[in-house]
Structure formats: structure tokens, C-alpha cells
């Protein structure tokens, strides 16, 4: 798509404050994004090294980060930030591991290193490892939530919980001692980090002076936060979302969050894509009568 629609156009130019784009799908906000990454450097005197913009995978991040190499001119993107939350999450730990209590050259705890280090733990403290996937998948939605140990014991309201609880304890503790994080941390320890460092914080949020997020209806409750706290008092920032596209609601996603930045940025303003490009109207005028029945903070209708 080379010219943007005059929505498209009002969402890349808009730098007055903070900005939600909702997005239907196939209404270009990739496009939106690299050509707004382009605008601030080239037209708004933002240097890449302070611009940050975040999605959900690699893929999408690698492409994103292409797809503006095209747009500049030889040594403008130098310094750009294009990356998903977690490696955004893992560079923090990296520059900031010994506050965190950990040595250079840590390691990062995948499926089976974790599925292992639990099973070892409930070998040694319940003679068995029944219920381990149940157990990791309620440690990993605490950590989304920004529940430490002590507090999920706190909390525990029947012996299951209470359970998963202490073998959470022994889990972060061992984990530790092994000087390894797992993923969910690579987002919880940054916020836990900001939250205990005010001047630490303060350093991050100078290295971010645009925050864009793509996909932000995937966000869940610690990375609202990340985003929140880097964004900081300055408010300048772009996400892009659509709450009927949200797909990770079983890793804790909350297309809630698009109605949350409502309430923290009362100067939020917000931009519709409505035009599609990718569906006939047939196509579209289906899509809408599903999508009514979804439970919106925001009401948008796809037109080809």
C-alpha cells in the first residue's frame, strides 16, 4: 500500500500526546507504524536511539524493522529500537543485572528446563509430580500478574493453590541459585526492578523518549505496566490494537487494557481504521455482524 488513507495519515502525524489507533483487520497499521517511526526521526527531530516500538514475535519484529530500513536514508535508523517485550525485557535484566542480584552471563530457563527443575522440586517435596503442567501454567499466570511468592501463599485459597504456591517458592529460589530466569520473569523482574529504583527507572524512561506497541489488546497485566511505567510522565506514545483480535488470552492477554488507557490518559486520543484492504464487502459485512456480538470498549465497522 504506498499513500495512506486520510485516517492513516491523522494517526502517523499526530505526536501531540498519547494515541490509541484501533485497527480492524487488513486496515494497514503496520504501514501506520513504520511510516510514523519514519515521521518522528525524519519530521519531528526524534532520534532513533530514543524510539522504541514493540510487538508480540520476532517475525513481526524483523519485519517491522525492514519495512522502515526502507523508508530512511542511509544512518537515520541508527540506535532504533524495534523488539518484542521480552527482548526489551532481557536487555534491562542485561544492563541492570546486579542490582537484580544476578551475575553477568545468566541463562534463560526454556519449557523443558522448567517442566525438569518443577518435577525435581515436587519429587523432593510431595513424592510425585502429579498436576505439573497445572502447577507451571499457575506460576506463569502469577508472574503475569505480578505475584511473588510470598504473596501467591498469601492468597492461596484452597490446598491446590496453596500447593503451587510453595513449590513457586522453591521454583524462584532455585532458579536463582542457578543464576536463570525463565520467560515470565524477563517482564516481571523489569517492573519489580522500576518499581524498587526509582532512579533506575528514571534512566530507562530517558533512553525512551516514543514508545510505539503493536497488537496491544495482547498485552496482560506486567506488560501494561512495563509500558506504563517507560512511558512515564512524558505521554508520548502509539499503541495499535483491536479488541476483537486479541489471541492470548491463555497466556494472560487482557484486551481490557484498551479501555485501561481510557481511564490513565484521559488525554487519549483515538484514531479508527475502518478501511479494509484485504476482504470483499461479502466478506466484511459478515465480519461485522460477528464482531457486534463481542464485548467492545470501542465500536468500529470494517468497509472495503
Same mark, same amino acid.
Given at each position: 500500500?504506498?499513500?495512506?488513507?486520510?485516517?492513516?495519515?491523522?494517526?502517523?502525524?499526530?505526536?501531540?500526546?498519547?494515541?490509541?489507533?484501533?485497527?480492524?483487520?487488513?486496515?494497514?497499521?503496520?504501514?501506520?507504524?513504520?511510516?510514523?517511526?519514519?515521521?518522528?526521526?525524519?519530521?519531528?527531530?526524534?532520534?532513533?536511539?530514543?524510539?522504541?516500538?514493540?510487538?508480540?514475535?520476532?517475525?513481526?519484529?524483523?519485519?517491522?524493522?525492514?519495512?522502515?530500513?526502507?523508508?530512511?536514508?542511509?544512518?537515520?535508523?541508527?540506535?532504533?529500537?524495534?523488539?518484542?517485550?521480552?527482548?526489551?525485557?532481557?536487555?534491562?535484566?542485561?544492563?541492570?543485572?546486579?542490582?537484580?542480584?544476578?551475575?553477568?552471563?545468566?541463562?534463560?530457563?526454556?519449557?523443558?528446563?522448567?517442566?525438569?527443575?518443577?518435577?525435581?522440586?515436587?519429587?523432593?517435596?510431595?513424592?510425585?509430580?502429579?498436576?505439573?503442567?497445572?502447577? *507451571?501454567?499457575?506460576?506463569?499466570?502469577?508472574?503475569? !500478574? &505480578? $505475584? /511473588?511468592? =510470598?504473596?501467591? #501463599?498469601?492468597?492461596?485459597?484452597?490446598?491446590?493453590?496453596?500447593?503451587?504456591?510453595?513449590?513457586?517458592?522453591?521454583?524462584?529460589?532455585?532458579? *536463582?541459585?542457578?543464576?536463570?530466569?525463565?520467560?515470565? !520473569? &524477563? $517482564? /516481571?523482574? =523489569?517492573?519489580? #526492578?522500576?518499581?524498587?529504583?526509582?532512579?533506575?527507572?528514571?534512566?530507562?524512561?530517558?533512553?525512551?523518549?516514543?514508545?510505539?506497541?503493536?497488537?496491544?489488546?495482547?498485552?496482560?497485566?506486567?506488560?501494561?505496566? &512495563?509500558?506504563?511505567?517507560?512511558?512515564?510522565?512524558?505521554?508520548?506514545?502509539?499503541?495499535?490494537?483491536?479488541?476483537?483480535?486479541?489471541?492470548?488470552?491463555?497466556?494472560?492477554?487482557?484486551?481490557?487494557?484498551?479501555?485501561?488507557?481510557?481511564?490513565?490518559?484521559?488525554?487519549?486520543?483515538?484514531?479508527?481504521?475502518?478501511?479494509?484492504?484485504?476482504?470483499?464487502?461479502?466478506?466484511?459485512?459478515?465480519?461485522?455482524?460477528?464482531?457486534?456480538?463481542?464485548?467492545?470498549?470501542?465500536?468500529?465497522?470494517?468497509?472495503?
Amino acid at each position: 500500500m504506498s499513500r495512506l488513507n486520510p485516517r492513516q495519515q491523522e494517526a502517523r502525524d499526530y505526536v501531540g500526546g498519547p494515541l490509541l489507533v484501533l485497527a480492524g483487520a487488513g486496515s494497514g497499521k503496520t504501514s501506520v507504524i513504520t511510516r510514523k517511526i519514519a515521521h518522528l526521526i525524519q519530521n519531528c527531530g526524534i532520534r532513533a536511539q530514543y524510539i522504541v516500538a514493540m510487538t508480540f514475535t520476532n517475525k513481526a519484529a524483523r519485519e517491522m524493522k525492514e519495512r522502515v530500513a526502507t523508508l530512511l536514508r542511509p544512518g537515520e535508523g541508527r540506535g532504533l529500537t524495534v523488539c518484542t517485550f521480552h527482548n526489551l525485557g532481557l536487555n534491562i535484566i542485561r544492563k541492570e543485572h546486579d542490582k537484580l542480584g544476578y551475575k553477568p552471563g545468566f541463562s534463560i530457563f526454556d519449557e523443558s528446563d522448567i517442566k525438569a527443575l518443577l518435577s525435581d522440586i515436587m519429587q523432593k517435596e510431595y513424592s510425585g509430580d502429579d498436576g505439573i503442567d497445572e502447577i *507451571k501454567n499457575m506460576i506463569g499466570a502469577w508472574k503475569n !500478574d &505480578l $505475584i /511473588l511468592p =510470598p504473596e501467591a #501463599l498469601e492468597k492461596a485459597r484452597n490446598p491446590r493453590e496453596q500447593t503451587a504456591a510453595i513449590v513457586y517458592t522453591h521454583y524462584q529460589r532455585t532458579l *536463582k541459585a542457578f543464576n536463570a530466569v525463565d520467560f515470565d !520473569d &524477563l $517482564i /516481571l523482574l =523489569p517492573v519489580k #526492578l522500576f518499581e524498587e529504583h526509582p532512579d533506575i527507572l528514571e534512566k530507562w524512561q530517558n533512553k525512551v523518549r516514543y514508545l510505539l506497541v503493536d497488537e496491544y489488546q495482547d498485552t496482560n497485566a506486567s506488560q501494561y505496566l &512495563l509500558v506504563k511505567m517507560l512511558i512515564g510522565m512524558r505521554n508520548q506514545f502509539t499503541v495499535v490494537g483491536d479488541d476483537d483480535q486479541s489471541i492470548y488470552a491463555w497466556r494472560g492477554a487482557r484486551p481490557e487494557n484498551l479501555m485501561l488507557l481510557k481511564e490513565d490518559y484521559p488525554s487519549l486520543k483515538v484514531v479508527m481504521l475502518e478501511q479494509n484492504y484485504r476482504s470483499t464487502s461479502r466478506i466484511l459485512r459478515c465480519a461485522n455482524v460477528l464482531i457486534a456480538n463481542n464485548p467492545h470498549a470501542f465500536e468500529k465497522q470494517l468497509w472495503s
